[in-house]
C-alpha cells in the first residue's frame, strides 16, 4: 500500500537556520505530493504541492522538489524564523484521479527559537 | 477566501453517548472527506463521500461511523456509541471536481474529548 515516512521530531533550530525535513514515500504510479502545516492549536494548512516528477513547490519561503528517482520530497526553508513553529507534515495523494485519499506521514515538529 | 468551517471546535461526551460532528465544505466543491489525528499521532483517513455516497472507507470508519450531507451545505460524520479510543482532532477536508485541481482544503478541526 502506500505510505509516507518523514524524519522524527522534534527539530529545534535557532532563527536564521536552515530547514531540511526529510520525507520519502512508496506509491505506485505517479503520485501527487503534499507538505501541510499545522500551527500550534490550528488546523492542516496546505504549505506547498507537486504533481509530476521534477516539479518544485514552494510557498513562504519554503521548498520541496518531487524527485521520482529516491522517491523523496524534502522540504527546505533557508532562514527560518520563530513563527515558523509547527509541525510539518508530508502526504501523498495516490494519483491525480479525483477522489483519491491522502496517506500522511507521522509529522516533524519545528520548533525555531530567538 | 472561501474555507471549510467546523463545529464545535471542541465536543466533550461520556462514553456510549451519540456524537454528530459538523462540517461545512467549500461551496463548489464536490468530493468530502474525515480524517482524523489522536493525540501526537498522524493523521489517517476515515471516508471519503461523493455524489452522495461513500466512495472509499478506511478500517477504522466501522459501524459506529456514519456520514451525511443532509442539505447542499452541510457534512456530518456521526459516532454513535462513542469509546474512549474515539478521543481524538477530527478534520473535514473538501475538494474540486477537476482532476488538476487535487489539493483538500482542511477545517480547523473539531477536538471530540470522550470521557
Known amino acids: 500500500g502506500n505510505s509516507v515516512t518523514q524524519m522524527e521530531g522534534p527539530v529545534t533550530l535557532s532563527e536564521e537556520a536552515f530547514l531540511t525535513i526529510n520525507c520519502t514515500y512508496t506509491?505506485?504510479?505517479?503520485?501527487?505530493l503534499f507538505w501541510y502545516v499545522q500551527y500550534p492549536g490550528e488546523g492542516l494548512q496546505l504549505l506547498l504541492k507537486?504533481?509530476?516528477?521534477?516539479d518544485k513547490g514552494s510557498n513562504k519561503g519554503f521548498e520541496a522538489t518531487y524527485r521520482k528517482e529516491t522517491t523523496s520530497f524534502h522540504l527546505e526553508k533557508g532562514s527560518v524564523q520563530v513563527s515558523d513553529s509547527a509541525v510539518y507534515f508530508c502526504?501523498?495523494?495516490?494519483?491525480?484521479?479525483?477522489?483519491?485519499?491522502?496517506?500522511f506521514g507521522g509529522g516533524t515538529r519545528v520548533l525555531v527559537k530567538p | 477566501e472561501p474555507e471549510v468551517t467546523q463545529t464545535p471546535s471542541h465536543q466533550v461526551t461520556q462514553m456510549g453517548q451519540e456524537v454528530i460532528l459538523r462540517c461545512v465544505p467549500i461551496?463548489?466543491?464536490?468530493?468530502f472527506y474525515w480524517y482524523r489525528q489522536i493525540l501526537g499521532q498522524k493523521v489517517e483517513f476515515l471516508v471519503s463521500?461523493?455524489?452522495?455516497?461513500?466512495?472509499?472507507k478506511s478500517e477504522i470508519f466501522d459501524d459506529q461511523f456514519s456520514v451525511e450531507r443532509p442539505d447542499g451545505s452541510n457534512f456530518t460524520l456521526k459516532i454513535r456509541s462513542t469509546k474512549l479510543e474515539d478521543s481524538a482532532m477530527y478534520f473535514c477536508?473538501?475538494?474540486?471536481?477537476?482532476?488538476?485541481?487535487?489539493?483538500?482544503?482542511f477545517g480547523p478541526g473539531t477536538r471530540l474529548t470522550v470521557l
Open positions: 477536508a473538501s475538494k474540486g471536481v477537476l482532476a488538476v485541481t487535487d489539493t483538500q482544503y
Open positions: 506509491a505506485t504510479g505517479y503520485p501527487s
Open positions: 507537486a504533481t509530476k516528477a521534477d
Open positions: 502526504a501523498l495523494s495516490p494519483s491525480k484521479a479525483a477522489g483519491n485519499k491522502l496517506t
Open positions: 461551496s463548489n466543491h464536490l468530493y
Open positions: 463521500f461523493y455524489n452522495n455516497e461513500i466512495s472509499e
